[in-house]
């Protein structure tokens, strides 16, 4: 009773805590942004009256600006393709025509002469994978090929047609709107899980589907989760060409994913999705557009990322770079989750059933693991799956998280910033992994030691959290030189006070995740 009361309590105080902290973010946040809004880059007159919209970020921007296009575009090919599979009665061969068609016009609007860079590639691939696939070494040679045409894409930022002679010049006319070594890091990634999947299929399958169906809650009503469609095999003849052609270029997931396994787009091609209904995909839709309105409300008022982009944060006092430096992480979370959302709904709306890359809010993650599962959770879920368990898994947890976070930064970009970003996070990792493993070995039954152990936990969240926002203020906002500067200023005596208070927020915000999780266990356990 005394510990259910002081459960009570607690989360009381955590909740005024929790609307104090926001209101005066919140509060402050204007100020600064109407302060300076007339030194800001990338502020641009917005459809609210007297408010400037901040669309510094060049991706919510293009994406933004192309929003009514491209909704007409997936529109009209996604009922197209809907129209033909159930009145032609086509399925998967069928279906991957039809989409490796309208997908090549897609990108022939994108990318314009340069899709034949992305064929070219693509067939190489696909060669290799024909005549290797059975080789214990084609492995080594897939990832050491796209490795290289990744950094390659990067270095020649896409290949002038002028480097293969002069009498192709005339083709760097007609490049397109989109550069196509953009689109093109995420085909490398479907390039790799074509490959890794042909590769498996030669080898006896490990996914005992009858165990996983006894404790999966879909595949037990005789639905088919994502899980299984990704580790059952599938037969040979789904390895075609104009399959793989199809799954590189389809259109709804092209442009920014989310990243779906061959194995898994192939069974769907064949039979779509059906854990999903109309009526449920639509409540989807409405909650994008409600995310949308939200984000709009956002950038038309506080600007964080134009004062990330214009260096106007050096202007800032600490406590104002520290609720930059969290402003800017929650944007870009907001932003990925309307980007990633929206072609998933098309996806969808097509019968593709894709991982969803936001399960969890931003603000919801105490620590790395959690928070790395919930931010692109799609592309986490290819790392697992191409990268950790080939490199060893659990075995070799502390090596494996300097490899993926390395390739991680390399995907995104050639900067060092990112692979300062990186690596600071591998920094951080590697401490949690090792204190979680112990942690998960200590069991304690008494009141006291349960208490213990939560304000431990809840102190190593504080401290995850402090080292995510220093680790993103350095990749996205101020830059490493950035970091030196603010942790000098912090450490000052009167810096000390503010160092304190932010570490107090991120213990309390800790705490009330917690709580959040409790509460939804209960609910489980009550259902079931």
Known sequence: MIWRAYRRLELTFLLLY?????????????????????????????????HLNDVSDAQWRNFRSNLPILSVVLAFFTIIANILRYWANLTGRGMSFVWVLTSLSYLGYLHGACVVYILSIASLNFCMAKFFAKSKYYLGILWLL??????????????????????????????GIFRWHICFNLVILR???????????????QFDQEKHRGRCNIC????????????????????????????????????????VSFNAFSAQMDM????????????????????????????????????????????????????VGYGVVNFMWLKFFLIWRYFRFWSLMAGIETPENMPRCLNNCYDLETFWKSWHSSFNKWIVRYMYIPLGGSHRKLLNVWVIFTFVALWHDLEWKLLSWAWLTCVFFVPEI??????????????????????????????????????????????????????????????????MGTFATFYVGTKLMFHIRDAKQNHQLKEQ
């Open 220 to 259: 037990s009503t005789g639905q088919s989760c994502y899980f299984s469609l990704q580790e059952r095999s599938i037969q040979s003849n789904k390895y075609s060409y104009s399959m793989y052609l199809c799954y590189l270029m389809y259109t709804p997931l092209y442009i920014a994913g989310p990243i």
């Open 18 to 50: 929790a609307v104090a902290f926001y209101l005066f973010v919140i509060h402050r946040s204007f100020h600064f942004s109407n302060y300076y809004r007339g030194k800001l880059s990338g502020l641009r007159p917005g459809w609210i009256p007297d």
């Open 146 to 175: 796209n490795l290289s045409i990744l950094i390659l894409n990067r270095v020649f930022d896409g290949y002038s047609f002028s480097l293969f002679g002069q009498q192709l010049a005339f083709l760097d006319n007609y490049r």
């Open 272 to 323: 779509p999705q059906k854990n999903y209904s109309l009526g449920q995909i639509t409540w989807y839709g409405i909650k994008w557009l409600l995310s949308l309105l939200l984000m709009e409300a956002m950038t038309h008022h506080l600007y964080y990322n134009a004062f990330a982009i214009s260096g106007s944060w050096r202007h800032l006092s600490p406590l104002e770079i520290l609720i």
């Open 434 to 499: 090792v204190i979680k493993s112990y942690i998960s070995n200590v069991h304690v039954q008494s009141v006291l030691g349960v208490c213990i152990i939560r304000e431990l936990k809840a102190i190593g969240g504080a401290v995850t959290i402090s080292c995510l926002m220093v680790a993103n203020l350095a990749g996205f906002v101020i830059g490493p030189s950035g970091i030196s500067w603010l942790v000098s200023r912090l450490l000052r005596s009167d810096g000390l006070p503010l160092l």
């Open 191 to 205: 390039i790799i899980s074509f490959g890794c999947d042909y590769h498996w299929s030669y080898k006896n399958p």
